[in-house]
């Protein structure tokens, strides 16, 4: 019995150690994984006023634990200054809508952000640029139904092409490192 426990422990390890960490698409930063406090944005809603440097203020979740943010940003510097970064703790129970046509999102990757003075454990305000051009948005499953009332607010959002990166790299890392991951959200087109 015991040697059935080895070969198990075993066949895991090597599975693990074999997951390829996809490579990151064109104008993408290289990623860097921390474990530490960060800005989860990937869900935010965001003020349609820019300001002069063409930003809008996301509201964003204060979150712990593995994140993957541009490696342009260190661990250390993101220890000190909260900074928006990735990970997929809210995938399960969302889905990604994909808007139509080129719209104005918020880009939070990387972005800076201020800690809410009444709720500093739990939120945070991210100063995000602005993109014009096909966005991918993560919301609640059950709002499939109103993508065209999704489309039409400003969201944290990603490109198409950075939103499977981010997912799939932060899954392939996560599982290549032995901790627990949610695979990524289905898309509302295909519910």
Known sequence: MK???????????????????PT???DFPQPLMCDGTYALCIKAPCSKTQDA???VQCECIVQTGWNMGP?????????KSLTSTYSNNFNKG???????TAQEWAWCFGASCTRNAKH????????????????????SDSKCGD?????????SGAWPQASTFANDYY??????????SEKAAASCSAK
């Open 53 to 55: 440097n063409h930003d």
């Open 94 to 100: 969302s889905a990604t809508v994909s808007c139509p």
């Open 3 to 21: 040697n059935i426990y080895a070969v198990i422990l075993l066949a895991l390890a090597l599975s693990a150690a074999a997951v390829e960490l």
């Open 120 to 139: 500093p454990n739990e939120f945070a305000t991210c100063t995000c640029p602005v993109k014009n051009s096909l966005t991918v948005i993560l919301t």
């Open 24 to 26: 990151p698409p064109p």
């Open 171 to 180: 899954f392939a890392w996560m599982i290549k490192n032995r901790h627990p």
């Open 147 to 155: 993508v065209n009332d999704i489309c039409s607010k400003m969201w």
């Open 71 to 79: 490696a342009g940003i260190s661990c250390e510097q993101r220890a």
